[in-house]
């Protein structure tokens, strides 16, 4: 499992999780994304299109980023989400809380 | 398979992959395997850690994994004084829906076949079913 962060040309930042994110390794993404806020980011991409699972730490990270993200005036967008997890996103209702698109580059274009 | 975990959050992703590469063929489809066993055991050991054991690294988290013919049943159990299962408040609710935490149970049930207690509310027994 590991994090990756790349910004594209626009400043966007794109987050990849790669195998999962659970209650060991959250607080490792928090503080990355974090980190790309403190130093003036304002726009995020997570892509879960290499993650196999996510647990419900995992959702409240997400839901707890989203809200600094947007106290500090800015978007977190998710991406890439299989079958499985769409689902999940669906049962706990979270998909009325964020802007979920199929791919990274739709999320992208979408800003 | 039994397995006690040490109460360390960082190790619920290898004690996961423990169990679900050690799973005979069959068993399960790949798919429950990869996303519905994993997800809800990730979910029951984090829990069992954190609000059981309160993540003192002198304590154990105990796992017994039964395999049947058409299920698997995962036990996972702490030491600490149990929890009302029926007590936990909705977090699809409006007003839960921004909290952090609070959606592990949740997610739990609807990912395995059924979901069990003991009577002090310390072990949890999820069952997956074939097909």
């Known amino acids: ?111 | 398979m039994k397995l006690d975990v040490p109460s360390d959050l960082g190790m619920v992703g290898d004690a996961v992959e423990l169990v679900a590469t050690h799973l005979p063929p069959g068993t399960l489809s790949p798919r429950r395997i990869s996303f519905n066993l994993r997800t809800a055991l990730a979910e029951a050991l984090g829990n069992a850690i954190r609000y059981g054991n309160g993540e003192d690294p002198d304590r154990f988290v105990r796992v017994y994994v039964e395999l049947g013919g058409d299920f698997v049943r995962i036990h996972v159990d702490d030491d600490g004084h149990g929890f009302d299962s029926s007590r936990v408040p909705d977090p699809t609710h409006p007003d839960n829906l921004e909290r952090e935490y609070g959606r592990g149970l949740f997610v739990i049930r609807h990912l395995v076949d059924d979901v069990a207690f003991n009577e002090k509310g310390n072990g949890i027994c999820l069952t997956l079913r074939a097909g």
């Open chain 1, 1 to 111: 499992m590991r994090f990756t962060l790349k910004k594209d040309k626009s400043g966007v930042v794109i987050v990849g999780v790669e195998g999962q994110l659970i209650v060991g390794n959250r607080q490792e993404l928090k503080q990355k994304v974090l980190d790309a806020l403190e130093e003036g980011s304002r726009k995020f991409v997570i892509d879960f299109s290499k993650t196999g699972y996510i647990d419900s730490s995992g959702l409240g990270v997400l839901v707890s980023l989203s809200k600094k993200i947007r106290e500090q005036g800015g978007e977190l967008r998710l991406a890439g989400l299989n079958a499985d997890l769409q689902t999940l996103f669906e049962l706990t209702k979270l998909d009325t809380l964020f802007a979920i698109t199929r791919t990274a580059e739709e999320a992208l274009a979408a800003f």
